[in-house]
T-cell receptor, first 113, second 111 residues
Framework: NAGVTQTPKFQVLKTGQSMTLQCAQD?????MYWYRQDPGMGLRLIYY???????DKGEVPNGYNVSRLNKREFSLRLESAAPSQTSVYFC????????????FGPGTRLTVL | QKEVEQNSGPLSVPEGAIASLNCTYS??????FFWYRQYSGKSPELIMS????GDKEDGRFTAQLNKASQYVSLLIRDSQPSDSATYLC???????????FGSGTRLSIRP
């Protein structure tokens, strides 16, 4: 099992460009998450999908959109990138339910110039 | 008030001592609490979870939960240099699907 995979690993964008970050999991998990992590800070929730077909806003959703393509895949789109979106983006998944842990992907390091 | 709060540190502890990390949360309905460890440049990994009031021990790690005070802590006994990392507290909210992290506490174990 690959677990949670993310592509790309690194990306540099210019202000105003758009891009989609891809995330896939092969653990048959119901719930998937997108977080961003800025230097010296914890993880901030951007969007999450409790189950296939549903998505909800997290703490910092502005400037982002998501798509739960199927049970395996959950993508994050930046329509018009801004320097404030420079960050490391982590995708995570878990079996739905309060006592279940999240499993994280390796992260995507995004720089917006 | 932030939903999950942690002291950002850095917390410096001598090798062999006990490191104590604290976390408070705002939602009284939260039922599960997680501690993740994150090494620099890596993804978070789960080290402890706790659901009931009291203590839960796993090797050198002990998680403590007090739901009345909305407080959860992590103790690391016999601290080792390999314990130097950022420790993140995570709490499921609402339907238990929305999981919020604290800002993390950076721990440094000095030889």
């Amino acid at each position: 099992n690959a677990g949670v995979t993310q592509t790309p690993k690194f990306q540099v964008l210019k202000t105003g460009q758009s891009m989609t970050l891809q995330c896939a999991q092969d653990m048959n998990h119901n719930s998937m998450y997108w977080y961003r992590q800025d230097p010296g800070m914890g993880l901030r929730l951007i969007y999450y999908s409790a189950s296939e077909g549903t998505t909800d806003k997290g703490e910092v959703p502005n400037g982002y959109n998501v798509s739960r393509l199927n049970k395996r895949e959950f993508s994050l789109r930046l329509e018009s990138a801004a320097p404030s979106q420079t960050s490391v983006y982590f995708c995570a998944s878990r079996i739905a339910g309060g006592h279940n842990e999240q499993f994280f992907g390796p992260g995507t390091r995004l720089t917006v110039l | 008030q932030k939903e999950v709060e942690q002291n950002s540190g850095p917390l410096s502890v001598p090798e062999g001592a006990i490191a104590s990390l604290n976390c408070t949360y705002s939602d009284r309905g939260s039922q599960s609490f997680f501690w993740y460890r994150q090494y620099s440049g890596k993804s978070p990994e789960l080290i402890m979870s706790i659901y009931s009031n009291g203590d839960k021990e796993d090797g050198r790690f002990t998680a403590q939960l007090n739901k009345a005070s909305q407080y959860v802590s992590l103790l690391i006994r016999d601290s080792q240099p390999s314990d130097s990392a950022t420790y993140l507290c995570a709490v499921p909210y609402s339907s238990a699907s929305k999981i919020i992290f604290g800002s993390g506490t950076r721990l440094s174990i000095r030889p």
